[in-house]
């Protein structure tokens, strides 16, 4: 821990500082990794008009493909027939393309996935944004100064969470 | 590329001799955030976003691409959108948008040949999904796949009047990811892809994060959070350089502003607030205002080090290096003078300034290192696809829908995938240059201002000097280093007590301006001399892919 005692003595949150349950390394990446999913999510709040069924209220394909005479009604398909016929979630098709991959001994998708930086990760105040060179000693957030601190201890340390 | 693998089918479209006429087709880029689009006649293609949209004001309809300039209040909106970590998952959304987009509303295929793009390594499914709607659904008379950086790197090879082998590295920096791709001889080298999971989508949720954390909720408005971030976020020159001046108040605090947020009454989009327009005060005072500070530049910066938000992946520049050291020796060089950058993370203000100053600072001295971004990063590979059907005999390399039928997907799928491909085994000898990154070890387990990270016992002014010389090495950047050695920068940071940075930074940025068109001359005179050897090269990006 970084933490210089100089700079808090005196501060009330020391005291309870020390009695706070430290949250181990497993808490922590869970919280990272459910950070990288939201990072990732293309909604936060739920779908205001679920019940808008996208098939029906959407006009039908109308160009003039429509009209051509080589064109019949057979080769018209419902968006729900292509969804259900190519429905496959990410990792499937990252691990059929690597199976895929390693049988014909060529580069895949998650081969090209960029190294770790040599360089040391910088830090940031995850309440301000300016630099933070102190731990919270609950959770390892980083933050600033007393005042930066005392902000993450009310609202988004982990102990909350834990 | 087609080698052996090409064949002919009867009756297809193989009676013409090879001669330099002129198809028309349509060309297709179709991204994660949005579809470019349009016949290659035009200048110019549609931009139509790539999705869906519900608003919490329009009960009765759904918006699909660009028909939310139709929808009067774009609070809250919720987006249906077709890619997962920009590959096709969702077929459901991405059907009705293609739909539309051929439609007479944008651009209708008409019997034309298409031309598609498909992001790097493709799904198989999803290119057999791929195929059968265009071929069997939309009937598209012949078809085109290819990577969107195969086209960016055709425009860029025709534009400079280049001839087909040289060397050039594409960093497309898009929605979903970032990739680096090397080209050599006109392949993409597969050893040298690098593809980094940070892209404008996890910037814009970062920015809406912080903002909420920070200020007001805005977790549900990614829309007008993803304005903000365009209208008002930049790339820092030096990090440490803007939060100082960040960390002013008054005016001296030149990074500050105020964002008026759009209440979709009068104020469509927002914008940042002339607080000397008095005009508009008296309205601007009933909106909400964001307050943007750190905030401009901090989002961006994870582009350059994604470990500011613990991904364990590095920065966009060291992977551009790091990709052009996985490539041949003999490329290595050559690869640094024709350093691409295209997407819509370009638009970043200081973007190809910091990529410039970043790779000229990692890459050996005596190397020249030229860095190329075209007026219209988002619509450049778009852009490519009539350099594409300048291609001699191009229209042989179509596949038909008569092929495709008698061939199936799997076949043409080949064709596809092999185009521009290089998937060689590096040379031993090359690992010897990646010794030059080793002095990024002796930064290892120290933080950016050369503090030492605990349980680590090297001296703290070693750190300091390793850390300044990488920043001077090229010796434009002598200013940014000073601070960065001072006991007690990181008070002078929270205290304000540094005065005319603002100046400093000035003149930083006007050298490294000079420079930067320094090496720009030379790097054409250079090619100037170079002609004759221009028109003696004659292979092509069909060429065979082997060249060690
Ligand atoms: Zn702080
Ligand atoms: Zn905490």
């Known amino acids: 821990m970084t933490i210089s005692k100089s700079t808090l003595r005196g501060s009330n949150r020391i005291k309870e500082n020390d009695k706070r349950r430290i949250v181990d390394e497993t808490s922590r990446k869970r919280r990272h990794r459910k950070i990288m999913e939201l990072l990732e999510s293309d909604n936060y709040h739920d779908d205001p008009h679920a019940d808008l069924v996208m098939s029906k209220k959407i006009p039908k394909f109308d160009d003039n493909l429509e009209h051509r005479n080589t064109r019949t009604k057979k080769k018209e398909r419902t968006t729900e027939y292509y969804q259900f016929k190519y429905r496959k979630n990410f990792q499937q098709l990252v691990d059929e393309d690597r199976a895929e991959a390693e049988l014909n001994k060529r580069v895949s998708y998650m081969d090209i996935q960029c190294e770790e930086s040599p360089l040391p990760p910088r830090h940031f105040c995850a309440v301000c944004g300016f630099l933070g060179q102190y731990n919270c000693l609950s959770c390892g957030t980083r933050y600033c100064s007393i005042r930066c601190m005392d902000t993450h201890m009310d609202t988004r340390c982990l102990k909350w969470a834990a | ?548």
């Open chain 2, 1 to 548: 590329m087609f080698k052996s693998k090409r064949r002919r089918t009867s009756g297809a479209m193989d009676s013409k001799p090879a001669k330099k006429e002129s198809i028309e087709a349509i060309i297709v880029d179709s991204g994660a955030y949005s579809i470019k689009a349009g016949l290659s006649s035009i200048k110019k293609p549609n931009v139509i976003p790539n999705c869906i949209m519900k608003a919490k004001s329009e009960r009765k309809r759904l918006f699909l691409g660009n028909q939310i300039n139709d929808c009067r209040d774009c609070s809250g909106l919720y987006f249906l959108l077709p890619c997962e970590k920009g590959y096709i998952t969702k077929w459901d959304v991405q059907k009705p948008v293609w739909d539309y987009v051929f439609s007479h509303n944008v651009c209708p295929i008409n019997e034309k040949p298409v031309i598609m793009t498909q992001p790097l390594f493709n799904f198989k499914s999803i290119q057999d999904c791929m195929d059968e709607i265009f071929f069997e659904e939309y009937e598209v008379p012949s078809m085109f796949r290819l990577n969107p950086t195969d086209l960016g790197r055709l425009k860029y090879i025709e534009d400079n009047n280049f001839t087909q082998d040289v060397p050039c590295i594409i960093v497309d920096t898009g929605y979903s990811f970032t990739n680096i791709i090397p080209y050599i001889n006109g392949n993409k080298y597969l050893r040298g892809i690098r593809r980094l999971n940070v892209g404008g989508k996890l910037l814009t949720n970062h920015m809406k994060d912080i903002i909420s954390y920070r200020q007001y909720n805005v977790m549900e408005e990614t829309f007008v959070i993803n304005q903000v971030k365009e209208d008002t976020c930049y790339v820092a020159k030096n990090i440490l350089e803007e939060l100082k001046v960040a960390a002013k108040s008054g005016s001296e605090n030149t990074i500050v502003k105020n964002y008026v947020l759009p209440d979709f009454n009068n104020i469509r989009r927002g914008y940042i607030q002339d607080s000397s327009d008095l005009s508009r005060k008296e309205y601007e005072d009933n909106c909400q205002i964001l307050r943007l500070n750190n905030e401009r530049f901090i989002v961006p910066e994870i582009l350059f080090h994604p470990s500011d938000i613990g991904m364990k992946c590095m920065g966009i520049a060291e992977a551009v290096v790091k990709s052009i050291y996985s490539c041949p020796n003999e490329y290595q060089e050559e690869l640094c003078k024709h350093i691409i950058l295209i997407g819509g993370n370009c638009n970043f203000p200081g973007f190809k300034e910091r990529m410039y100053n970043e790779l000229r600072s990692q890459l050996p001295h005596s190397w020249q290192v030229h860095v190329f971004q075209p007026k219209n990063p988002v619509s450049y590979n778009w852009e490519g696809g009539s350099s594409l059907l300048k291609v001699p005999d191009f229209k042989t390399y179509m596949v038909t829908k008569a092929e495709y039928e008698e061939l199936g997907s799997t076949i043409i799928q080949q064709r596809f995938n092999t185009w521009m491909i290089d998937n060689s085994e590096i040379k031993e000898e090359t690992r010897e240059k990646e010794e030059i990154l080793s002095y990024l070890d002796n930064l290892k387990d120290k933080s950016v201002f050369g503090k030492q990270e605990p349980g680590e016992n090297v001296s703290k002014t070693d750190s300091d000097e390793s850390d300044t010389n990488i920043q001077t090495s090229d010796g434009n950047m002598n200013n940014t280093g000073q601070n960065v050695s001072d006991e007690n920068n990181q008070d002078s940071l929270c205290h304000n007590s540094e005065t005319d940075i603002g100046s400093k930074l000035k003149k930083t940025q006007l050298k490294t301006n000079e420079n930067a068109t320094e090496t720009l001359d030379e790097f054409y005179l250079e090619e100037e001399e170079c002609e004759d050897l221009r028109n003696s090269v004659d292979l092509f990006p069909l060429g065979n892919g082997s060249y060690l």
